[in-house]
């Protein structure tokens, strides 16, 4: 059994204070610093991705959790924020990551409350079993939003 | 009467269980046959039965709880209790605990090192 993967970007300068990320999962876009640190909008930054890394890991980690929980997921959303230190010696980093996902499931009334602990145990997987959460040094924050809506319901966002 | 249930190391290595299937009180086993199953968040694992006996008890609580198996395998994560039919004759093709552990312990260092 493989116990390690890799994975790879490639940068490249393009001048000013631009550069250009080829992914090794196939999109390339440009990139630069923040507006705030002699950066430019409207492209990635490095804090972004680093937010987004962690962001879009927990999500896609709890989708195979809710289908190994069998939950039956009607939507997933989550605003992600990191909070960055300066240090006295202008040093710079991450001491926080807060994501608040808020998630939509369907159950029956009377599951309701097998429901929702399977619903938590499956969030509390998606960040035990997440590779980027579990690879970072900043603390880790989930403030989970839930709603469980009848499964005779009918979703506004399917009609 | 054998209580039954998963190692500690075997909990372990495959995760957190979201749902525990166990055969019903009243089923026979034969060695290897399927004492149950169970799907974790990142496998799904049949239980084969190392002895030979019929099922006396299940462990209702694993219904609404299967996390116990990995928070107390030894303890409230019991699976079932087995009558064994041929008890000695079936202990003797089985490892004891001090060389169930130290196999584990090699399975695990290897896995390490690789």
């Known amino acids: 059994m493989p116990r390690t993967a890799t994975y790879n970007t490639t940068v490249r300068w393009k001048g000013e204070h631009y550069g250009h990320i080829r992914m090794g999962n196939g999109p390339e876009m440009d990139f630069s610093a923040p507006p705030d640190a002699q950066g430019h909008g409207g492209v990635l930054t490095p804090e972004d991705a680093f937010v987004a890394a962690v962001n879009t890991c927990v999500m896609l980690m709890f989708i195979w959790s809710a289908e190994r929980f069998k939950l039956d ?87 | 009467m054998l209580r039954m249930g998963m190692s500690d190391f075997s909990q372990q290595r495959n995760g957190d269980i ?24 990142k496998v799904n694992m049949s239980l084969p039965s190392p002895v030979k006996g019929i099922i006396v008890e299940v462990n209702s609580q694993l219904q609404e709880s299967p996390e ?33 552990c130290n196999l584990a312990k090699q399975q695990a260092e290897a896995e390490m090192k690789s």
């Open chain 2, 18 to 41: 979201a749902f525990a299937t166990l055969a019903p009180a009243g089923t026979l086993l034969e060695v290897g046959d399927e004492i149950g199953s169970i799907e974790t968040v």
């Open chain 2, 68 to 100: 116990l198996i990995n928070q107390e395998p030894y303890g409230k994560g019991w699976l079932v209790v087995l009558k064994p039919e041929n008890l000695a004759q079936d202990l003797g093709r089985l490892l004891a605990a001090e060389a169930y």
């Open chain 1, 73 to 159: 997921l009607v939507s997933y959303e989550c605003f992600g924020e990191g909070t960055k230190l300066i240090e006295l010696d202008r040093t710079e980093l991450f001491t926080q990551v807060v994501l608040r996902p808020r998630i939509v499931v369907r159950s029956d009334e009377t599951e309701r409350d097998a429901i929702l602990k399977r619903l938590q145990r499956a969030i509390d997987s998606a960040v035990k079993y997440s590779l980027v959460a579990n690879s970072i040094k900043s603390e880790l924050i989930l403030e989970s939003q839930i709603e469980i809506y009848p499964s005779a319901a009918k979703i506004a966002s399917q009609e």
